[in-house]
Structure formats: structure tokens, C-alpha cells
């Protein structure tokens, strides 16, 4: 019995519509390739007036200051003051300088022999915190552990996520030890309030004995004072909170980068969206819809 059309062997007529169909495919949708094969030159985006001042302004301030000597902030420093004996929580914008109360007071904590654990909700977060005081405070003084890496684990300061902390506390608790810190930062702390992991922090807090400071970093604790209330309550300790109110110290700009190399702000002079990026918003046919 002969093949059929399409099957193997059926006279090549499977195997040369199918090299059609590729050679069809090839020639579909526009090139960015000259016909001889040379890399197309690059061109410079061309903007108006209206957008070249627009861009200007986007970019207006952005660098390398020049370096001076650090200053701490009021909150700050008061911070710092209130950790010797309290437990402080400690809200402001991102990019105010939270991290450097932490640091400072490992420092402290390190040059006494005595040691700290750094949490974080992220693990991305834990990571980065590590390298950032691995070269503080020197490598061998620093150890990680998360889900994923173990390192150094005997280190004065360990960085980890906040699960970990928590069953280091409850296996301390289990085996009647003391858990081995003696200083504990909650970063990101209005993670309490998360749906699926706050009850992680709540037992964080709850089950860390007394005579263990606790500082809360958070850029979005609304009700500070309320949350600091339940933390005294719980651990019956005295708790500070430092409200640095106001906007952030490092200004956010949002932008958009279109196909043509052309950068447009997001937001216009009125605060409201940028209404010329619309025009990159189209529809390619064959392809279906395609966004910018």
C-alpha cells in the first residue's frame, strides 16, 4: 500500500510542504535588518521642545553628592538612646536611615562581646543585609540563615529571615536553653499585619524573653502607638516609638523607556499619567495585541 500524503515516505511531500511552511514563516513581520546584513545604526531618540524639558527635569539633581561628614538625625540618635533599656519601634519613610540605628547599636553590642540577630521578611533582603555587614563588621562576625543557605551560624551577629528566628526561640524554649542573643532587629515589622505569615511575627514577639531588646524598623506602621501598646503588654516591657513623620528624604521619579529609545515621564507637571505614552500602545496584526 502506497503512504498517504504527510506520512513518512509518502514522496517527499510532507517534508516539502513543511520546508514551505518554515520559508513562509521567515519572510512574516517586518525586519530590523538592512537587506546585506549589517547592523542597523544606532540613532539618537528625537524629542520636542515640551518632552526635552520634560526629560530635563526628570533628570534634573540626579548624581554623586559631594561627600561630607554624616550627621545623624534627631530620631536617630534618640533611638540609639532609648535601646539601652527599652524596646523602641521605630517608624519613617524609607531611605530616612533606619538601617543606621541597627548597625550602630551592633557595633555597640559587638565591641562588648555580646550578640544580635537581624530579621528580615525576604530572603533577597537577608542576603543583601549579610553582605552589607559582612563587610561592617567583617565576615567571620556575621552568619546567615535562611531557608536555603546556613553559614556561619555560630557568628555574634546573625542575619536571617524571620521564621528562622522564631523556631531558634521555640527550640530554646523546648529544651529549656537560653536563646543565644542578646539584641533582636524585626525589619519590615508591619509584617505582623500580614494575612498568611503575621501570626510569625506575633510569636516573635510574644516569646522573646524580656531581658531581650527588640527594635522595629518600618516605613508603614500606621498605628505606632497602638502596636507599641500590645508590645508592652505582651512582653511587659517599656517600648519607645520614634516617629519620624514627613516625606521621603530621596526623592522617587517614575519614568517610561518606549521601543524608540524616547523617555517620557510618567506622571506630567499636573500629577496626573502621562498621556504621550499612549501613542506606544499599539496593535500589531498577525501577532495579536502587543504593550508597552
Do not use: C
Not at 520559508?23 to 528625537?46: F, I, L, T, W
Not at 519601634?89 to 537581624?118: C, D, F, N
Amino acid at each position: 500500500m502506497a503512504p498517504r500524503k504527510g506520512q513518512k515516505g509518502g514522496g517527499g511531500n510532507y517534508r516539502n510542504s513543511r520546508d514551505d511552511r518554515r520559508r513562509h514563516s521567515a519572510k512574516r513581520g517586518p525586519s530590523d535588518r538592512p537587506s546585506d546584513g549589517r547592523q542597523e545604526e544606532y540613532r539618537a531618540p528625537r524629542y520636542s521642545p515640551a518632552q526635552l524639558e520634560a526629560v530635563e527635569e526628570l533628570l534634573s539633581g540626579i548624581g554623586t553628592p559631594e561627600p561630607a561628614p554624616f550627621v545623624p538625625d534627631d530620631f536617630q540618635t534618640e533611638a540609639l538612646s532609648a535601646i539601652e533599656t527599652e524596646d523602641v519601634l521605630v517608624t519613617a519613610p524609607t531611605g530616612s536611615g533606619k538601617t543606621w540605628i541597627a548597625r550602630e547599636e551592633i557595633r555597640r553590642l559587638l565591641e562588648k562581646g555580646q550578640r544580635a540577630w537581624y530579621t528580615t521578611p525576604l530572603k533577597a533582603l537577608t542576603n543583601s543585609k549579610y553582605t552589607e555587614f559582612g563587610i561592617e563588621f567583617g565576615a567571620e562576625n556575621v552568619g546567615i540563615l535562611t531557608g536555603d543557605r546556613k553559614e556561619n551560624a555560630s557568628a555574634p551577629l546573625i542575619v536571617g529571615t524571620t521564621e528562622i528566628y522564631r523556631n531558634q526561640v521555640f527550640d530554646s524554649l523546648r529544651s529549656g536553653e537560653q536563646v543565644d542573643t542578646d539584641f533582636v532587629i524585626l525589619d519590615e515589622a508591619h509584617y505582623l499585619a500580614d494575612d498568611d505569615r503575621g501570626h510569625v511575627w506575633e510569636e516573635a514577639i510574644i516569646l522573646t524573653p524580656p531581658r531581650i531588646r527588640i527594635l522595629l524598623l518600618s516605613a508603614t506602621i500606621g498605628n505606632a502607638d497602638e502596636f507599641a501598646d500590645w508590645i508592652a503588654e505582651v512582653r511587659g516591657t517599656k517600648v519607645r516609638v520614634i516617629n519620624r513623620a514627613g516625606d521621603r528624604p530621596v526623592e522617587l521619579r517614575a519614568a517610561f523607556l518606549a521601543p524608540n529609545l524616547q523617555l517620557f515621564p510618567l506622571i506630567n507637571k499636573n500629577g496626573k499619567f502621562n498621556r504621550e505614552i499612549e501613542q506606544f500602545r499599539k496593535r500589531d496584526s498577525g501577532y495579536g495585541r502587543r504593550r508597552y
